[in-house]
């Protein structure tokens, strides 16, 4: 898709976000994204092609993307963008029917780090995979109910009189279970509830991973436009932006290296599972990339030593509200250009020579760039950056958008900020020099 403004790519992020209410969605709407630009599906178990061309494998909520030149050497290096396709949610649990006080309710467990307050009174929709029982075996489906089945009512202020001096405290076992329906608990409802909106019997379906969703859907934010309010911008916004760098890469790539994107799922919980970033899963790829074409071990590992990755998951931009917060010699402005993370102790994985990469590719595209740096005595979070970087040896920058309300159920950016990183990764994957 062409894009010929700020604002365009602002939007397609948007219709982006919506279309992908869980990791599963996300993961397959980038593969729509992929093939309608040129790329090829290969089965994760299936015989991969030796030849050049546009690849990409898709296992659940993580998927990888590849781009094999004319001439490519078996050692070729990659240019690897990386994100994540997961965001803190509330997951449905496996035997969720539950209630109380006349209304059917639905238990759920707190998936990553949620802003709890910012589910409440919400109008919530429901998405992710089911297995269903066929003749064949069980059935992997996706499924979306985009409609107000749950909210989470907050409790009245005058039940709860403290919250003006106290604050809101919110118990998560407690205090977020949804309301979804009147009446008693049923056991087996929400099965049933499954099997019709699937179209399949009660007894057909046989396990669900499921999060609620807000039914709000992304819109452009401010007086001009300036910001783009949506929820699970962290990090499908950064997903967006390495998929659309990838889909622009020229049809006749230069033989140098390998240009590939990976999103992984589970980063938000610690990265520790079969298609995380803390596992196997994406050495994997990139060695039976190596393999296809001709490649050997050796080939694989002088591949990765030459590498280059870029970790893109979102930053804190500086809230004026709490400014005391951030580092007062790095504040980081929304609508301010891409965000290179840097920790003295490595909770991000930027090096010197890392960091030059990337300067490089956003000088290459006139792209601005800030710095996030840690106040010091506060610990910060982290990213599949560092888990790469350790797991394969392989040298990688920490990269993001700028971001205002991370973790809540809806989350504020920049609209110029988009195009910015997306241009800056265009940069990395096709270097001038």
């Not at 452009?220 to 699970?232: D, I, P, Q, W, Y």
């Not at 888990?387 to 609209?415: K, Q, W, Y």
């Amino acid at each position: 898709m062409a894009m010929s403004s700020p604002r365009d790519v602002a939007m397609d992020l948007i219709a982006f976000l919506d279309a992908s209410p869980s990791p599963y969605h996300a993961a397959v709407e980038a593969l729509r994204r992929l093939t309608a630009a040129g790329f090829t599906e290969v089965p994760p178990g299936g015989a991969w092609p030796s030849g050049p061309g546009r690849h990409v494998v898709l296992d659940g909520g993580s998927l990888f993307a590849w781009i094999v030149p004319d001439g490519c050497a078996r050692d070729a290096p990659f240019r690897l963008l990386g994100a994540h396709t997961d965001s803190p949610a509330l997951r449905v649990k496996p035997r969720p029917d539950t209630g109380q006080a006349g209304l059917r309710q639905l238990g759920v467990e707190i998936y990553g780090g949620p802003l709890l307050n910012s589910w409440l009174d919400r109008d919530l929709g429901l998405a992710g995979r089911v297995a269903v029982r066929t003749a064949g075996g069980p059935q992997v489906r996706l499924i979306r109910v985009h409609r107000p089945v749950l909210r989470v009512p907050q409790l009245a202020i005058h039940l709860d009189p403290e919250i003006r001096t106290a604050g809101l405290k919110l118990d998560a076992q407690q205090h977020l279970v949804p309301i979804w329906s009147l009446g008693d608990p049923e056991p087996g409802g929400f099965r049933r509830f499954l099997a019709a909106e699937l179209g399949v019997g009660a007894d057909d379906v046989l396990s669900h991973d499921i999060v609620t969703y807000d039914l709000a859907g992304g819109t452009l934010a401010g007086v001009s436009e300036e910001f783009v309010s949506s929820a699970r911008q962290d990090d499908l916004a950064c997903c967006h932006a390495c998929v659309s760098a990838l889909c622009t890469v020229p049809a006749r790539p230069a033989p140098q290296h390998v240009s590939a994107v990976v999103l992984f799922d589970n980063e938000e919980i610690g990265s520790r599972s079969a298609t995380g970033a803390d596992g196997a899963w994406l050495g994997r790829q990139l060695e039976r990339s190596v393999l296809a074409r001709g490649g050997g071990r050796d080939d694989f590992l002088r591949a990765v030593a030459a590498s280059l990755h870029v970790s893109a998951d979102m930053a804190h931009a500086t809230h004026p509200n709490y400014p005391d917060r951030h580092e007062p010699g790095h504040w980081i402005a929304l609508g301010g250009g891409p965000v290179l993370k840097v920790s003295a102790n490595v909770f991000y994985s930027t090096t010197a020579p890392t960091q030059a990469a990337f300067l490089l590719a956003a000088e290459q595209e006139g792209v601005p760039v800030q710095y996030f740096v840690n106040k010091s005595g506060v610990r910060s979070g982290s990213t599949i950056g560092p888990i790469v970087a350790a797991g394969l040896a392989m040298p990688t920058v920490d990269v993001g958008n700028p971001t205002l309300a991370m973790h809540s159920a809806r989350e504020l950016t920049g609209t110029a900020d988009a195009a910015m990183l997306t241009a800056a990764l265009t940069a990395f994957l096709s270097p001038a020099r």
